[in-house]
C-alpha cells in the first residue's frame, strides 16, 4: 500500500532522529539535514514527474543537486525512511529502485550501464534494484541492473557489478585488469562497466579448480592401478 505524501515525509525524518547521532530532534533534521532537504525536494520532484511535469521536475532536482550535493533524478523510485547521511556526492540515477529504510551515506553511486537498442538508443533498466533494510557506506559504487538483497551491507569504497544476497555484507574496491581487449570501435560505456566483462580473478580461480579436479582424478586413477597391481 503506497503512503501519501505526508507520510513518506514524516518516516524519512524519523530516519534522520533514529540513524544519525549528531541530530536529537526532528527540528534539527529539517534546519541541518542536506540529506533530508535532499529527499523532500525529491519527493516532490517524483510527484511531478509522474504528472508529466517532466521538464520542471528535471529543472527543480538540478537547483536541489546545486543546494544540496545529492543528484536524485524524479523517475527513480524511493520507499520510505530513506536516509542520506551527510549528502554530499550521492548520485542517484533514473531507473534506480530503492526499498523502504535504506541509509546512504555521502559519495554513493547508484549509476547506470549501457544497455542500447539497434539505433543506439539507451533502454531498459539501467540502475540497481535496493532491498529493505539496506546500508551502502560511503564511497561505495552500485553499477548496473544489479539487485542488493534485503538487509544487505555494502562496505565503504566498494564497487559492486553483481547482484549481493539478502542478510550479507561486501566490501572490496579492488580494480583488475580483464582478459578481455576492449575495440576501438567500441560505443561509449557508462562508468567504464562493460556488462559482458568478466572478474579475471574469478575466472583465474575457476581454472585452477578445474585443473585440481583433473590432479585428483589422475591421482586416483594411479592408485587404484597401484591396488589392482598388489591384488595380482
Not at 13 to 19: D, H, I, N, Q
Not at 140 to 162: E, M
Not at 173 to 183: D, E, L, M
Request: aromatic share 6%.
Amino acid at each position: 500500500m503506497k503512503k501519501n505524501f505526508k507520510s513518506l515525509i514524516l518516516s524519512d525524518l524519523e530516519s534522520v532522529t533514529a540513524r544519525d547521532p549528531a541530530t536529537s530532534t526532528k527540528l534539527q533534521a529539517i534546519l541541518f539535514s542536506s540529506g533530508f532537504h535532499a529527499i523532500f525536494c525529491y519527493r516532490i520532484n517524483h510527484f511531478l514527474w509522474q504528472k508529466n511535469w517532466r521538464l520542471l521536475a528535471r529543472f527543480l532536482s538540478q537547483v536541489t543537486r546545486f543546494l544540496t550535493g545529492v543528484e536524485i533524478h524524479p523517475a527513480a523510485h524511493i520507499g520510505e525512511g530513506f536516509f542520506i547521511d551527510h549528502g554530499m556526492g550521492v548520485v542517484i540515477g533514473e531507473t534506480s529502485e530503492i526499498g523502504n529504510q535504506v541509509t546512504i551515506y555521502h559519495g554513493v553511486t547508484l549509476g547506470g550501464t549501457n544497455l542500447f537498442n539497434e539505433k543506439g538508443k539507451k533502454t531498459g533498466k539501467r540502475h540497481p534494484s535496493v532491498g529493505n533494510n539496506v546500508v551502502i557506506g560511503s564511497g561505495a559504487q552500485i553499477l548496473g541492473p544489479v539487485k542488493i538483497g534485503d538487509n544487505a551491507k555494502i562496505g565503504s569504497n566498494a564497487v559492486v557489478v553483481k547482484d549481493v544476497e539478502k542478510n550479507t555484507t561486501v566490501v572490496g574496491p579492488a580494480a583488475h585488469q580483464t582478459h578481455q581487449k576492449q575495440k576501438s570501435n567500441t560505443i561509449f560505456c557508462a562508468y567504464g562497466v562493460d556488462k559482458n566483462l568478466t572478474d579475471p580473478i574469478a575466472e583465474d580461480i575457476a581454472l585452477i579448480e578445474r585443473r585440481i579436479k583433473e590432479l585428483e582424478t589422475q591421482i586416483e586413477s594411479i592408485s587404484q592401478k597401484k591396488q589392482n597391481e598388489t591384488i595380482l
